[in-house]
C-alpha cells in the first residue's frame, strides 16, 4: 500500500509536467551542452537523433519552482537557449529543467533534460 501512495504522491507534485497522450513513443537520446553552462559566456544547445523526424517539437525551460521560464515550437531538431527568460531577463543560477514534446504524426514523445545554469 506504501508503494501506490508514493507513487501517487510524485504525480501529484509533477502534474504540471504530466502530459497524457493516447499514443506516446520514445524520443531517444537527447543531449544539452555545455552543461553546466554560463549565460554570459555560452549558449546551450539540445539536439537529439531521435527529434529529425519529428514534425513539431515543443521546448519548454522550467526553474526549479516549476514556473515556465522560456519556450520555442519549432520542426527543428535543434534548439538554441540564451538562459534568458522571454521578457530578456538574464535567468538566476541554479537548476532547470527543458521539457521536449515532440510530435511524430499521430505519436507524442515526451522528454526531460536537466540543466545547470552557473
Do not use: C
Not at 519529428?54 to 538562459?83: H, K, L, P, R
Amino acid at each position: 500500500m506504501r508503494k501506490y501512495v508514493i507513487i501517487l504522491s510524485a504525480i501529484l507534485i509533477a502534474a504540471p509536467f504530466v502530459l497524457l497522450h493516447s499514443k506516446s513513443r520514445g524520443i531517444g537520446v537527447v543531449r544539452a551542452y555545455p552543461n553546466p553552462f554560463n549565460p554570459s559566456t555560452d549558449t546551450l544547445t539540445v539536439d537529439g537523433a531521435g527529434l529529425a523526424s519529428a514534425t513539431n517539437i515543443e521546448y519548454t525551460v522550467y526553474d526549479f519552482n516549476q514556473e515556465q521560464i522560456y519556450s520555442s515550437s519549432v520542426a527543428a531538431s535543434s534548439f538554441t537557449w540564451s538562459g534568458y527568460t522571454k521578457t530578456g531577463r538574464r535567468v538566476s543560477p541554479g537548476l532547470y529543467f527543458i521539457r521536449i514534446i515532440a510530435t511524430f504524426g499521430s505519436e507524442t514523445g515526451l522528454k526531460y533534460i536537466k540543466v545547470i545554469v552557473q
